[in-house]
Antibody, heavy 120, light 108 residues
Framework: QVQLVESGGGVVQPGMSLRLSCAAS????????MHWVRQAPGKGLEWVSL????????YYADSVQGRFTISRDNSKNTVYLQMSSLRPEDTAVYYC?????????????WGQGTLVTVSS | EIVMTQSPATLSVSPGERATLSCRAS??????LAWYQQKPGQAPRLLIY???TRATGIPARFSGSGSGTEFTLTISSLQSEDFAVYYC??????????FGQGTKLEIK
């Protein structure tokens, strides 16, 4: 069965960096677009970034452009989110999600999320 | 950026009754709209895509309708496990993919 397992969250100070990982299993990972979506405490869902199946297409939300970098390693079935210059407003649960189609489709599977807290 | 607006913010309904949730897009998204359910402490779960197609394993009491800018999620007879927060999402015009702010469905 499809599984997405995020890791790497934690507590960091403003301005610091953190790398999240999402390990995928149960499907041909290299054939799917992958996304990161976040949810601040008590708030709604905010799309963060996507990477195409081969990494050739990458997009970011304006709120993280220039600070976050998405990447993937298809040999390890893993997608990453490198977060730099972190701000308190980046505090959220970060979910990875699989896109059903190829760019411009819905998210059919989600991981359980990893919590990132940015605080001094 | 397409703004998605859900109403109401909170809906109180008794078990066994029908619930109707609304989602409005700031411009047409055709039928490129999905609905997700999220329970406390859990990840979102896909319910509906293409505005009206139920995802695998979703009970028939969940139905979606609409196109363009106005969409509805209907739960025909509420079960205890249906009380949760529901989000709509457009995937017509991206980036960004945008979500509504959510409707909390609570027990009356």
């Amino acid at each position: 069965q499809v599984q997405l397992v995020e890791s790497g969250g934690g507590v960091v100070q403003p301005g610091m960096s953190l790398r999240l990982s999402c390990a995928a299993s149960g499907f041909p990972f290299s054939g799917y677009v992958m996304h990161w979506v976040r949810q601040a405490p008590g708030k709604g869902l905010e799309w963060v970034s996507l990477i195409s199946f081969d990494g050739s297409d990458i997009y970011y939300a304006d709120s993280v452009q220039g600070r976050f970098t998405i990447s993937r390693d298809n040999s390890k079935n893993t997608v990453y989110l490198q977060m730099s210059s972190l701000r308190p407003e980046d505090t959220a649960v970060y979910y990875c999600a699989r896109e059903r189609g190829y760019l411009g489709s819905f998210f059919d599977y989600w991981g359980q999320g990893t919590l990132v807290t940015v605080s001094s | 950026e397409i703004v998605m607006t859900q109403s109401p913010a909170t809906l109180s309904v008794s078990p066994g009754e029908r619930a109707t949730l609304s989602c409005r897009a700031s411009q047409s998204v055709s039928s490129n709209l999905a609905w997700y359910q999220q329970k406390p402490g859990q990840a979102p779960r896909l319910l509906i895509y293409g505005a009206s197609t139920r995802a695998t394993g979703i009970p028939a009491r969940f139905s979606g309708s609409g196109s363009g800018t106005e969409f509805t999620l209907t739960i025909s007879s509420l079960q205890s496990e249906d009380f949760a927060v529901y989000y709509c999402q457009q995937y017509e015009d991206w980036p960004p993919y945008t979500f509504g702010q959510g409707t909390k469905l609570e027990i009356k």
